[in-house]
């Protein structure tokens, strides 16, 4: 049976925010997301395809557990310049230490560097790290439904409603799609790798995209290498996309996130 690297990741996860607890009180993370001023809505730029036909959060990140170093001396200021220079519709940052190698400093970088609303991804177990979330400036947080379950969902998608943040809820099955939807998710983000095993099949967004209801935006997330791979998603009624390993592995990522958008370097469309 294959290593349930997910579990690997929670455990550690819950380790981890014990430790961070005992360094700086939820109490005053909280006092810290209350005296923020700046929001940027990420569902705001997702609701309709941009000018390109498609919306794409460009990610930050250094490393992964399935595929190792990707890009250790990641600047993530410059990351962020780079994206916005190229189209992105938001930016995704990995502040996972342990298994991707960031931290909320690349996240404080990055937002400090663009316009963009920006979205820290990483695995959410307590309700400490959406407080910490928005006191560190985050626009939006990704919560992952396989790992919460439903009442944990929505407790905690509750508590980034008062705390002006914006949910992603991640989904890979349909089972996660049903705690998604019962938990009210509106914009929903679907793996098409399993976090389990870090197997991708990126025929798994455009199948349960199908099975989405009213009111829900849905975002395709890994395994997006290609302007083929978006065309296909987008053929499936999909336009937003989440796209990570190839934009950081690109010799000029600007460059890279155009060729994906279907544009040039004025913005114009190549796809006729």
Same mark, same amino acid.
């Given at each position: 049976?294959?290593?349930?690297?997910?579990?690997?990741?929670?455990?550690?996860?819950?380790?981890?925010?014990?430790?961070?607890?005992?360094?700086?009180?939820?109490?005053?993370?909280?006092?810290?997301?209350?005296?923020?001023?700046?929001?940027?809505?990420?569902?705001?730029?997702?609701? $309709?395809?941009?000018?390109?036909?498609?919306?794409?959060?460009?990610?930050?990140?250094?490393?992964?557990?399935? $595929?190792?170093?990707?890009?250790?001396?990641?600047? @993530?200021? +410059?990351?962020?310049?780079?994206?916005?220079?190229?189209?992105?519709? !938001?930016?995704?940052?990995?502040?996972?230490?342990?298994?991707?190698? !960031?931290?909320? $400093?690349?996240?404080?970088?990055?937002?400090?560097?663009?316009?963009?609303?920006?979205?820290? $991804?990483?695995?959410?177990?307590?309700?400490?790290?959406?407080?910490?979330?928005?006191?560190?400036?985050?626009?939006?947080?990704?919560?992952?439904?396989?790992?919460?379950?439903?009442?944990?969902?929505?407790?905690?998608?509750?508590?980034?409603?008062?705390?002006?943040?914006?949910?992603?809820?991640?989904?890979?099955?349909?089972?996660?799609?049903?705690?998604?939807?019962?938990? !009210?998710?509106?914009?929903? +983000?679907?793996?098409?790798?399993?976090?389990?095993?870090?197997?991708?099949?990126? !025929?798994?967004?455009?199948?349960?995209?199908?099975?989405?209801? @009213?009111?829900?935006?849905?975002?395709?997330?890994?395994?997006?290498?290609?302007?083929?791979?978006?065309?296909?998603?987008?053929?499936?009624?999909?336009?937003?996309? %989440?796209?990570?390993?190839? %934009?950081?592995?690109?010799?000029?990522?600007?460059?890279?996130?155009?060729?994906?958008?279907?544009?040039?370097?004025?913005?114009?469309?190549?796809? +006729?």
């Amino acid at each position: 049976m294959p290593e349930d690297i997910l579990s690997r990741i929670v455990t550690s996860k819950q380790d981890e925010v014990e430790a961070a607890r005992r360094r700086v009180s939820e109490e005053t993370l909280w006092a810290e997301a209350k005296a923020r001023r700046s929001y940027r809505s990420l569902i705001r730029r997702l609701e $309709k395809p941009g000018p390109s036909g498609c919306n794409i959060i460009a990610e930050i990140k250094r490393r992964s557990p399935s $595929k190792g170093a990707i890009r250790p001396d990641l600047d @993530p200021a +410059g990351y962020a310049r780079r994206y916005q220079a190229g189209g992105a519709a !938001g930016i995704s940052v990995l502040t996972d230490g342990p298994f991707f190698g !960031g931290s909320l $400093k690349d996240l404080e970088a990055a937002r400090d560097a663009c316009r963009l609303p920006v979205l820290r $991804k990483d695995f959410v177990v307590s309700a400490y790290q959406v407080v910490e979330t928005a006191a560190r400036g985050a626009d939006a947080v990704l919560l992952i439904a396989r790992i919460l379950g439903m009442s944990r969902l929505q407790e905690l998608m509750a508590l980034c409603t008062e705390l002006r943040l914006e949910a992603l809820v991640e989904i890979h099955t349909l089972s996660d799609l049903a705690t998604a939807t019962a938990a !009210g998710a509106r914009l929903i +983000g679907i793996n098409n790798r399993n976090l389990q095993t870090f197997d991708t099949d990126i !025929g798994t967004a455009p199948a349960l995209a199908a099975r989405m209801g @009213p009111g829900q935006i849905v975002l395709a997330a890994s395994g997006i290498e290609t302007r083929e791979d978006i065309e296909r998603n987008l053929r499936a009624g999909i336009y937003n996309f %989440l796209v990570g390993e190839s %934009l950081v592995r690109a010799d000029d990522p600007t460059a890279a996130l155009r060729a994906l958008r279907g544009v040039d370097s004025l913005g114009r469309r190549t796809d +006729g």
